[in-house]
């Protein structure tokens, strides 16, 4: 241990620096990954792992009360079935991962394992939706898909990774499209409430959109360095894998229809946002919503007599409200806090033979590093409020960095310069031509990020081309 | 729906007629699963996966509460890996998927999608234990994991199915011993207090061990037709796999050893046994502890004034203590009764005019059908004692299910007349060695289930040889 315990405190890059190794060294050293024998994949720690259970246990509920039900589909799609969807295949089939071979006999047709399970849902609903009655049908899964990426990074860009993937099937377009913005606004408000982090809402460019999707949306959310991370998105298909699965039902005037669809989901990205959102040069910083330990007990001078017995009481009666800690380990008090700092703990409570005597303790944030005396028979008051207001404070610099982080521009050379001087997002007008896209692209190496919701137009001139625009963009580096 | 209803109810083969059409019958009528478009694999429908994530949640909290840990390992295996360890590989190797193609490219090595993951938890645990001081470690995993099976049956054997697989590491054989029995201990008393099922706890002989290990113990379950299903297994690994991969840590007194090590799951197949072994005629029947729907409110004449409104009260406070759904559809109250004894739906809340005004309702067993008239004001303290009961009785009955067919055999004759004549466990002696074993496997298609956990012998003579016998063993046909 104390060998590993060496190694562990601060021994990390400055994210001015180098945010990229900052990155790397957070997630390696906070035990959230670990790198494996096969190439593009990680593996997820336990204290990673506990992350994802908390975010799921979160969701699930959300998903549940929404009337989604979760379900269990193969892993595996035959060729021809990924093939039904013309736009959908040509989007995906680079990146599959191929099964040619069960045992030591060829496969008669040819798998790849899931990228995504559009075409899997559409198979299982042709079966089971035969009448109005049948709809809407609101089916999650939670498990893991592959795609064959050939750069990675861990949470951001994995060869595997886990997510929930829902998918819905309506009588209209109206309940369809409903569905998309309902599941992305149960997105934004994870984010914004649970996560601490804030997101544009906004539609992809047809560019940007899923394959086969007729619209996707977004949110998006701002890192630390002022690139772009996409959180997480919700789309709309209309119709069309419903007309290539031949998905159709009687409507309540007897007439046959097709079904309107959609998907939506969310990954172990999530992690990386949370750690290039709030992270700093101590290491990770958690909010306590997700944190899979929201309070770590330090007992200071622990040889003392009664001190371990008295944190240990203090230790039982917070398990009672928060998800708390204990470490009595002969490490020093000093390296227990890099350690839980690391580790992103949002509060750290120390006591010692004094505070026991007077009945307190010290509390101290791992965001501000305030400290903050309090009563040991107030904490059940004191302890979520600091939470609490653990996860405002979170949001707020994550907005201020937002804020300070998003330009505007209204002609290409500003875009340009912005693009080159700055870090962030670039608000600028779009005709709406993939050409203009296309050159932003290659002259000021920004994509769209999204089309947002709600905002006013800056101007009524496309940024690239000079031609009348309607619509905003948000443009960016992304991850 | 309607059309839907009609297929529904009581359209089911008789258990005595086609156990095994009963068997497909149940799960496709009660919505468990659907067929998929891949070979082999399920498609785990929202009533049948709800009973997996009780499953889960239940097992999830005893494995935390023991001091285990969940983590994320990837879902390939290079063929290197997997071949490290000869007997494990041997085993297995037969019946992988593997993966040959990245999008368009060959991969230089072509990777296996896990049949189990003992390989990648030693590639890992290499990397992590130094120390004595980094032990035990105690790792869990919920993943799907992939067995390219030739026949396949829903939830009883399948090309991918859902699992969880423990894997874990210790100082000393005693530790690793002490964690093998252990968890076995945790699935034997999951099967008898949650799943209503009783089994026999023992040791597997070495032709029926798991691939790899020294002992593989397990609980064995037997179902309503007599045939018995292996119900969960724990492994241990001794240090074999260890010195295989490497896994070595410096003791106390700073001499190096290698870990010792066991690994332990269930799966899906569970699901199977509760149907085997619970369900009738009239379709499934669940026990209470992970029955999704552990009540259902049913209005009767529910055209009738405040007859919704009153069951719709009802089912609110049920839904305080127990998992309850209410049925307003327009089916009629006799089917509804139907559907949800198909689903096996422990209790059922009739409620009609006359029980409103008298403050009572009906309550009926899914089990024994009894009837149970009850006040609406004692709800809370009646139906968990119901429930409770139900769960007593369903144990009771597969207990005596299981004493009524398990039979003795002192000579082959024996052994070969009760094999031919009637269908359960048949105890018998056993000298040890493999020629008698695949003697009776030949002579009387009886295979061993296990070496059961403190019984007596019932004689000192092998039953095949004759030789002298010490190894009392349960023998019987498996699922």
């Known amino acids: 241990m104390a060998k590993d315990n060496k190694k562990l405190v601060k021994d990390i890059t400055s994210m001015d620096v180098d945010f990229a190794q900052w990155y790397t060294d957070v997630v390696k050293k906070a035990d959230l990954i670990d790198y494996s024998g096969v190439k593009g994949c990680m593996i997820i720690r336990p204290y990673g792992y506990a992350i994802w259970e908390n975010i ?83 089916y999650n899964q939670w498990c893991s898909v592959v795609r064959w990426e050939k750069t990675t990074r861990p949470f951001l860009r994995s060869r595997e990774f886990l997510w929930q993937e829902g998918h819905t099937m309506h009588a209209t377009r109206e309940d369809a499209e409903a569905e998309t913005l309902q599941m992305l606004e149960t997105y934004a408000d994870f984010y914004e409430k649970d996560l601490a982090i804030p997101v544009v809402r906004g539609r992809k460019t047809d560019k940007e959109k899923f394959a086969g999707a007729e619209a996707t949306y977004t949110v998006e959310a701002l890192m630390h360095d002022g690139k772009a991370l996409q959180g997480g998105t919700s789309h709309y298909f209309g119709d069309g894998f419903a007309k290539a699965f031949d998905i159709k039902f009687t409507d309540k005037d007897n007439k046959i229809q097709y079904c309107h669809q959609t998907s939506w989901g969310v990954s172990t990205r999530m992690i990386g946002a949370i750690i290039m959102t709030h992270g700093d040069d101590n290491g990770l910083v958690l909010p306590p919503a997700v944190a899979p330990i929201q309070v770590v007990v330090i007992p200071v001078q622990q040889h003392k007599e009664g001190v371990i017995e008295a944190a240990e009481d203090v230790y039982n009666k917070l398990r009672e409200f928060v998800r708390a800690k204990i470490d009595v380990t002969d490490n020093s008090p000093g390296w227990k806090f890099s350690e839980y700092e690391m580790k992103g703990v949002p509060l750290r409570l120390e006591l010692g033979p004094r505070d026991i005597q007077n009945g307190t303790c010290v509390l101290v944030r791992r965001d501000t ?103 905003l963009v948000y443009w960016g580096k992304a991850y």
């Open 369 to 471: 590093r305030e400290k903050i005396f309090a009563k040991l028979d107030e904490l059940e008051t004191v302890i979520p409020q600091i939470l609490a207001d653990i996860s405002r404070s979170l949001y707020e610099s994550a907005l201020e960095n937002k804020k300070a982080r998003t330009f505007t521009a209204e002609t290409m050379e500003e875009l340009i310069e912005v693009a080159n001087t700055k870090s962030g997002y670039v608000k600028a007008m779009w005709c709406g031509d993939l050409e203009c896209e296309l050159a932003i692209k290659e002259k000021a190496d920004l994509s769209s990020r999204c089309m947002p919701f709600g905002e006013e137009p800056i101007g009524d001139k496309c940024v690239c081309c000079g031609k009348p625009a309607t619509k």
């Open 56 to 138: 799921q246990s979160i969701l699930d509920k959300r998903f549940k009360e929404t009337g989604h039900e979760n379900i269990y589909m193969p892993m595996f799609i035959p060729e021809s079935l990924l093939n039904k969807e013309k736009e959908h295949v040509a989007g995906f089939a680079p990146e599959v991962a191929w099964v040619t071979h069960g045992g030591s006999e060829p496969l008669a047709e040819r798998m790849c394992v899931r990228p995504t399970s559009e075409t899997l849902f559409c198979d299982h609903y042709k079966d089971i939706i035969h009448s109005y009655r049948d709809l809407p049908k609101l």
